[in-house]
């Protein structure tokens, strides 16, 4: 029976040592971030996603294929005759989320177009415009308020500020009377204009 001994000593320690590597390799793993497996997985609720606009910008952009008449106001004259009138004429370009206009002023030669879409991807309104009297592009984004439903429109700087005292950051809101009216104004109040369909 001695001759037995070391080996079932040997026997007993082997079994000592897997219970007692079994009894660890489980704390180890729990100290890793393992834990996780042995319980059921907590849900946290996310925090609700923003809503998309394209709809309610889907309806704007709509609204605003065809003729219109407009009359623009600079600051300082409230209640008289407007300061200049015109005509723009607004057409769907590729399709419902992206138009193309033209405008006309009266009594002048002075001429301009632009682009005005939604872009679905960053949920933001974008516009370009340009003027035969002016110099350089005017670039835009903006972001819909549904419940007015207005777009408050930000300038996009293609070059440096010319001084200083210059604002960097000129805004403006077009904002959706009617199906056959709407109002483009400055947020500084240098200027306001009407539109009132024609067609």
Same mark, same amino acid.
């Given at each position: 029976m001695r001759t037995h001994a070391?080996? /079932?000593? /040997?026997?007993?320690? $082997?079994?000592? !040592?897997?219970?007692?590597?079994?009894a660890i390799a489980p704390l180890r793993l729990a100290? &890793? *971030?393992?834990?996780r497996l042995g319980r059921t997985t907590d849900v946290i609720p996310s925090a609700p996603a923003e809503p998309s606009h394209l709809e309610p910008a889907r309806g704007i952009l709509r609204t605003l294929v065809g003729t219109w008449r407009f009359e623009i106001? @600079?600051?300082?004259?409230? !209640? *008289?005759?407007?300061d200049a009138s015109g #005509? /723009?004429?607004?057409?769907?370009? @590729?399709?419902?989320?992206r138009l193309e206009w033209t405008e006309q002023l009266d009594h002048s030669t002075i001429a301009g177009q632009g682009v005005l879409g939604f872009d679905p !991807?960053?949920? /933001? @309104?974008?516009?370009?415009?340009?003027?035969?009297a002016g110099a350089a592009p005017e670039f835009m984004t903006g972001t819909l308020d549904a419940a007015e439903?207005?777009? #408050? @429109?930000?300038?996009? $700087? #293609?070059?440096?500020?010319?001084?200083? *005292? &210059?604002q960097l950051v000129q805004s403006s809101i077009m904002n959706m009377l009617d199906q056959n009216h709407f109002a483009w104004t400055a947020r500084d109040h240098a200027w306001r204009a009407m539109f009132t369909r024609q067609e």
């Open positions: 070391p080996c /079932r000593y /040997r026997s007993v320690a $082997l079994a000592l !040592g897997a219970l007692a590597v079994a100290a &890793q *971030g393992n834990e106001w @600079f600051a300082g004259n409230y !209640g *008289g005759a407007s #005509t /723009r004429v607004v057409k769907a370009l @590729f399709d419902d989320l !991807g960053s949920d /933001r @309104f974008f516009s370009s415009a340009v003027y035969s439903p207005l777009v #408050t @429109f930000s300038s996009i $700087l #293609t070059a440096p500020a010319a001084g200083p *005292g &210059q």
